[in-house]
T-cell receptor, first 109, second 113 residues
Framework: GIQVEQSPPDLILQEGANSTLRCNFSDSVNNLQWFHQNPWGQLINLFYIPSGTKQNGRLSATTVATERYSLLYISSSQTTDSGVYFCAVNDEGNEKLTFGTGTRLTIIP | KAGVTQTPRYLIKTRGQQVTLSCSPISGHRSVSWYQQTPGQGLQFLFEYFSETQRNKGNFPGRFSGRQFSNSRSEMNVSTLELGDSALYLC????????????FGEGSRLTVL
C-alpha cells in the first residue's frame, strides 16, 4: 500500500516563529488532507488539498502531486498551535485514508 | 451545523466484554468511516460504510464489526475485548463515497482492563 512519511517527527519552537511541516507519499493520490489533533484527541480539518496551494489565516499548504509531497506552513506560531499534525492520503483505487506518523509541534511561550 | 458526534466519549471495560460505539455523521453525509488510534500503531483504518453498505475493511480481526443505519448513523462493535483494544476510536463522515473530505468526531476513548 501507499507509504506516507512526515518530517520532522518533533518540532519545538518559540512563540512567533514560523514552521514548515512536510509530508511525502509513495504513490499518486486522489485526496490529501492535513489535520491538527488537539489535546483531547479530535482531528481538526486544516486543508483538503490534493494539489495546489491554499491559505487560511496563518496557515497555508501546498501539494505538488507530481513530486509526491505536501507542505504545511505555520506562520507566527501561537501556543494553541501545539499538538500533532497529520497528513492523510487516499491513493488512486483505494478509498481509505492512510495517515502519516505525524509531526508533534510544541510552541513555547 | 452540528459536527460528527461520537458516544460514549470515554469507557472502561474488562477483558472478554464487548463494546458498542456510536457515530452520528454530519447532516447530509452518507459515508462513515472508523479509525483506531494507538500509540504503537498510529491511526489505522477499520471500515467504511456508504448507504448502509460496507465498502472497505481494514486489516482487523472479525471481533471488530460495524453497521450503518438508514439515517447514516453508524455503530461499531468489538467483541471479546483484549487489552490491546485499548485505543481512541475515531469516526469520520464525508458527503461522498470516494475522495471526499473527511470530518472527524471527538472520538471514543476505550480502556480495557
Amino acid at each position: 500500500g501507499i507509504q506516507v512519511e512526515q518530517s520532522p517527527p518533533d518540532l519545538i519552537l518559540q512563540e512567533g516563529a514560523n514552521s514548515t511541516l512536510r509530508c511525502n507519499f509513495s504513490d499518486s493520490v486522489n485526496n490529501l488532507q492535513w489535520f491538527h489533533q488537539n489535546p483531547w484527541g479530535q482531528l481538526i480539518n486544516l486543508f483538503y488539498i490534493p494539489s495546489g496551494t491554499k491559505q487560511n489565516g496563518r496557515l497555508s499548504a501546498t501539494t505538488v502531486a507530481t513530486e509526491r509531497y505536501s507542505l504545511l506552513y505555520i506562520s507566527s506560531s501561537q501556543t494553541t498551535d501545539s499538538g500533532v499534525y497529520f497528513c492523510a492520503v487516499n491513493d488512486e483505487g483505494n478509498e481509505k485514508l492512510t495517515f502519516g506518523t505525524g509531526t508533534r509541534l510544541t510552541i513555547i511561550p | 451545523k452540528a459536527g460528527v458526534t461520537q458516544t460514549p466519549r470515554y469507557l472502561i471495560k474488562t477483558r472478554g466484554q464487548q463494546v458498542t460505539l456510536s457515530c452520528s455523521p454530519i447532516s447530509g453525509h452518507r459515508s462513515v468511516s472508523w479509525y483506531q488510534q494507538t500509540p504503537g500503531q498510529g491511526l489505522q483504518f477499520l471500515f467504511e460504510y456508504f448507504s448502509e453498505t460496507q465498502r472497505n475493511k481494514g486489516n482487523f480481526p472479525g471481533r471488530f464489526s460495524g453497521r450503518q443505519f438508514s439515517n447514516s448513523r453508524s455503530e461499531m462493535n468489538v467483541s471479546t475485548l483484549e487489552l490491546g483494544d485499548s485505543a481512541l476510536y475515531l469516526c469520520a463522515s464525508s458527503r461522498q463515497a470516494v475522495n471526499g473530505e473527511l470530518f472527524f468526531g471527538e472520538g471514543s476513548r476505550l480502556t480495557v482492563l
